[in-house]
């Protein structure tokens, strides 16, 4: 069965630093693109972060480019997003995601594999 299990959320003020970790099992994890996204109330599930299978190809959202920093420890089965410089508006669950198929793909999220639970992010201002 596979399982990916979102943890470091939490509440933080604005300009503050939040690690996410999503520790993947039941699966190949070195042969999966994974990636970061999030729902804020109200509003659709918006795409974050990918990362390559081997952690040298990157995609991020304007909105969190040169902010937020994707990467994954294929020993320890875990993808990580540092967020740093946290914004009110970066409050959200935040989903890690896993795609056989390419950071292309998971970041159109036509056929994300499998998903976490989620972990709530929120930047008070």
């Known amino acids: 069965q596979v399982q990916l299990v979102e943890s470091g959320g939490g509440l933080v003020q604005a300009g503050g630093s939040l690690r996410l970790s999503c520790a993947a099992s039941?699966?190949?994890?070195?042969?999966?693109?994974m990636g970061w996204f999030r729902q804020a109330p109200g509003k659709e599930r918006e795409f974050v972060s990918a990362?390559?299978?081997?952690?040298?190809?990157?995609d991020y959202a304007d909105s969190v480019k040169d902010r937020f920093t994707i990467s994954r420890d294929n020993a320890k089965n875990t993808v990580y997003l540092q967020m740093n410089s946290l914004k009110p508006e970066d409050t959200a669950v935040y989903y890690c995601?896993?795609?056989?198929?390419?950071?292309?793909?998971?970041?159109?999220?036509?056929?994300?594999?499998?998903w976490g639970q989620g972990t709530q992010v929120t930047v008070s201002s």
């Open positions: 995601a896993a795609d056989f198929s390419s950071t292309r793909a998971l970041r159109a999220s036509t056929g994300i594999d499998y």
């Open positions: 039941g699966l190949a994890f070195s042969n999966y693109v």
């Open positions: 990362i390559s299978r081997g952690g040298g190809g990157f």
